[in-house]
């Protein structure tokens, strides 16, 4: 498999854009914009909360078409998004997701890539979040805070990752089995084919020697008849 189809597995369709589009607006009405004006993000601008958000959603349209580019711009997304807000948000739904569409769709050891960053994530997420809590102090309320946090973050990722590298497996399965089954078939109707030439070339030669032996017994009778009828014209001319 080449770098394109890497990038952009085959097999995408029209549809699943608009499906994809859907998912990504639904999202981001859900999990964007009721921090519109929300009063407790007054310590972060608003406009640069909304933005943030929005750029954690908007990859969700390359989620069938370009799995990889999704993961990439999430990626980015969430980097900004530790970064600005001190604080776990609704947009974490996107994480099973692009989990998901990863394993299932990409091949291969590179779909491992989205476990090696959502475990890396995973752990500085939470931290941000409990040493924001405790005024970036370390407490056991912290430390216990991130351990469930990471937990939380991490399932959130190696399980969604499970299931799509097993659908893929089982679909990879089920592919195989239908071109296993087209071949039979092929094998088959070619042996039928073969078998009826087989059974033609009989026939043929069947109704060969038959004819053979009909003219070969006509001739005979022919050449019995013609002495016959010299040997009484020799004796008997008139």
Known sequence: MNARELLFPPGATRHDWVL???????????????????SAWNSTPRMLLLLTLSLMILPLVLRRHSPLLMLAGCTVAGIAQVIVVNTFTATLVVLPIVAYSVARWVPGVLARSVVVIGGFASMIGPLRWSTAAEGFSISARGIVLFVLASFVCLGLIVTPYAIGRRVRESSAAH??????????????LAEREQQTRLAESRARATIARELHDIVAHSLSVMIVQAEGGRAVAAKRPE
Not at 175 to 188: H, K, S, V
């Open 175 to 188: 592919a195989d089995r239908i071109a296993a089954a087209e071949e039979r078939y092929a094998l088959l």
């Open 20 to 38: 994809d589009g859907m998912l990504a607006l639904g999202l981001f009405l859900v999990t964007v914009l009721p921090y519109a004006s929300y």
